[in-house]
C-alpha cells in the first residue's frame, strides 16, 4: 500500500514569493489533515478536511494561506506571499473517519523563506 | 479543549538499560492516545495506540505504553533501550467526544541512546 505523498520534499523561496505544496493521501481515507511544525516542536494543526469539506480551520492564517482538497483527494496548502516565519516542515496526513484509527504522515515539505 | 503534554524536552538513557517517556493529556469523553516516533528529515511514524481494553499496549520495535486513566497519562516504555531508538517521540490524542477527528500532539520528547 502506497504511503501519504508530498511533494516537494524542500522549498526555498524569497519572502514575499507564493508557494504551494501538495498531498495526496492513502486511498479511501477520509480525512487529511495539514500540519505545521516548527523545529524541535510538535505538529500543530492547520486544517482538517473531511473528504472535500474544511470541518477545522480555525488554525490556519487565513490571510496568506489557502487550501483545498478537489474530488476529496489530493489536497494542495497555498502560501500567498510567504514571510520569513512562514519557515517551517509542513506534514501531510490522512486517516479513516474512525476516531480510533491512526493517522499516516508523509515525509513533509521542508520550507526556508529568505 | 484537547491537550497533550510532555513535560520532558529530552530523555537521556544508556543502551539496555529501561526507557520511559511521559505524556498526559485532557480530552472530552474518553481517550484515543497515539504515540509516533521521528527521526531526522522524515515524517512521523505510527508507533502504537490506545483504544480501550487492556491498559497495557505493545507495539512496534518492542515499544510498549501505559495507560492510566485516573492519573491521565499514557507514557511510552521500553524494556531495553537500543541506540538506534534514539528519536523525537511524541504522544497524540484524539476525543470520543466533540473536536470531531482532530488529533492533538504534544511538543515532543527527544529521546538520546548511549553507549
Known amino acids: 500500500e502506497a504511503g501519504v505523498v508530498q511533494s516537494p520534499r524542500y522549498k526555498i523561496i524569497e519572502k514575499k514569493q507564493p508557494v504551494a505544496f501538495w498531498c495526496n493521501p492513502i486511498?479511501?481515507?477520509?480525512?487529511l489533515y495539514w500540519y505545521r511544525q516548527n523545529l524541535g516542536q510538535g505538529p500543530e494543526l492547520l486544517i482538517r478536511y473531511e473528504n472535500e469539506e474544511a470541518v477545522d480551520d480555525s488554525q490556519l492564517p487565513k490571510d496568506r494561506f489557502s487550501a483545498e482538497r478537489l474530488k476529496g483527494v489530493d489536497s494542495t496548502l497555498k502560501i500567498q506571499p510567504a514571510e520569513l516565519g512562514d519557515s517551517a516542515v509542513y506534514l501531510c496526513a490522512s486517516s479513516w473517519r474512525d476516531r480510533n484509527t491512526e493517522a499516516f504522515f508523509g515525509q513533509g515539505t521542508r520550507l526556508t523563506v529568505v | 479543549a484537547q491537550s497533550v503534554a510532555q513535560p520532558e524536552d529530552q530523555v537521556n538513557v544508556a543502551e539496555g538499560n529501561p526507557l520511559t517517556v511521559k505524556c498526559t493529556y485532557s480530552v472530552s469523553g474518553n481517550p484515543y492516545l497515539f504515540w509516533y516516533v521521528q527521526y531526522p528529515n522524515r515524517g512521523l511514524q505510527f508507533l502504537l495506540k490506545?483504544?480501550?481494553?487492556?491498559?497495557l499496549v505493545k507495539g512496534s520495535y518492542g515499544f510498549e505504553a501505559e495507560f492510566n486513566k485516573s492519573q491521565t497519562s499514557f507514557h511510552l516504555k521500553k524494556p531495553s533501550a537500543l541506540v538506534s531508538d534514539s528519536a523525537l517521540y511524541f504522544c497524540?490524542?484524539?476525543?470520543?467526544?466533540?473536536?470531531?477527528?482532530?488529533?492533538?500532539f504534544g511538543t515532543g520528547t527527544q529521546l538520546k541512546v548511549e553507549l
Open positions: 490506545y483504544i480501550t481494553g487492556d491498559n
Open positions: 486511498s479511501g481515507h477520509n480525512t
Open positions: 497524540a490524542v484524539r476525543g470520543t467526544t466533540g473536536g470531531g477527528n482532530k488529533l492533538t
